[in-house]
C-alpha cells in the first residue's frame, strides 16, 4: 500500500523559514507527480504545490509564488517543501499528495499530514 | 482561476436516504473533476475521478456525474460512516482548485 510520511512541521516565527520533507514508499516515486495541499484550521482544502515526475517542471499557488518552492529526489523518494517568508495565513495542516500519473492534477494518496504554525 | 461552488454547505439525512451533493465551477473544467471525502482528523480520500470513476476500492453507491460546469456526487444509500465533509476539485487549469466543501451528516 502506498505510503506517505510528512515531518518538519512545527511553531515558526512569521518571516521564518522551514522545509517539510514527504517520505514515499511502496510505489515507483520516480514514475508520479507530487502534490503539497494545506489546511487551515476548521477550513476547507487549498492546493499549494505541485513537481512533476521527472523534477523539471513545477506549479504553485499564487498565495506562495514567489516564496515556497517544492523540489524532489528520486533517488531517496522523498519530496520537499520549502517554506520561506512564512505568514500567519500559512498556519495549516500541510499534507504530501502522489499524483495518479506523472502530472495528472489529481490526487490519489495522501498522507497524514505535517502541522506548520506561524506565530510570535 | 477556476472557482467551483459546493451546495448545500450542510446536508442532514437518515441512514438509508439518498444524498447528492452538487458542484458548479465558474467556467468548463469538461470532466476534469474529483470528490475528495475527509472525516474529522483524517486526510481526504479520493472517492470519484474524471466525473464519474470510482477510484479503487470505494463503494459502489457513491457515483459522479456532470460534464462543463456543472458536477453531482450521488450516494445512493446513506451509511452510518458516510459522516464526512465532501469536497470537489478540478484539474483542468492551474492553479488546482477546491470547492469549499458539503458537510454530510447522518441523522
Known amino acids: 500500500q502506498v505510503q506517505l510520511v510528512e515531518s518538519g512541521g512545527g511553531v515558526v516565527q512569521p518571516g521564518g523559514s522551514l522545509r517539510l520533507s514527504c517520505a514515499a514508499s511502496?510505489?515507483?516515486?520516480?514514475?508520479?507527480?507530487m502534490h503539497w495541499v494545506r489546511q487551515a484550521p476548521g477550513k476547507g482544502l487549498e492546493w499549494v504545490a505541485f513537481i512533476r515526475d521527472d523534477g523539471k517542471t513545477s506549479y504553485y499557488a499564487h498565495s506562495v509564488l514567489g516564496r515556497f518552492t517544492i523540489s524532489r529526489d528520486n533517488s531517496k523518494n522523498m519530496s520537499y517543501l520549502q517554506m520561506n517568508s512564512l505568514r500567519p495565513e500559512d498556519t495549516a495542516v500541510y499534507y504530501c499528495?502522489?499524483?495518479?500519473?506523472?502530472?495528472?492534477?489529481?490526487?490519489?494518496?495522501w498522507g497524514q499530514g505535517s502541522m506548520v504554525t506561524v506565530s510570535s | 482561476e477556476i472557482a467551483l461552488t459546493q451546495s448545500p454547505a450542510t446536508l442532514s439525512a437518515f441512514p438509508g436516504e439518498r444524498a447528492t451533493l452538487s458542484c458548479r465551477a465558474s467556467q468548463s473544467v469538461n470532466t476534469f473533476l474529483a470528490w475528495y471525502q475527509q472525516k474529522p482528523g483524517q486526510a481526504p480520500r479520493l472517492l470519484i475521478y474524471d466525473a464519474s470513476d470510482r477510484a479503487a476500492g470505494i463503494p459502489a453507491r457513491f457515483s459522479g456525474s456532470g460534464s462543463g460546469t456543472d458536477f453531482t456526487l450521488t450516494i445512493s444509500s446513506l451509511e452510518p460512516d458516510d459522516s464526512a465533509v465532501y469536497y470537489c476539485q478540478q484539474r483542468k487549469n492551474w492553479p488546482l482548485t477546491f470547492g469549499g466543501g458539503t458537510r454530510v451528516e447522518i441523522k
Open positions: 499528495a502522489k499524483d495518479p500519473s506523472g502530472w495528472s492534477g489529481a490526487f490519489d494518496f
Open positions: 511502496e510505489f515507483t516515486f520516480r514514475g508520479y507527480g
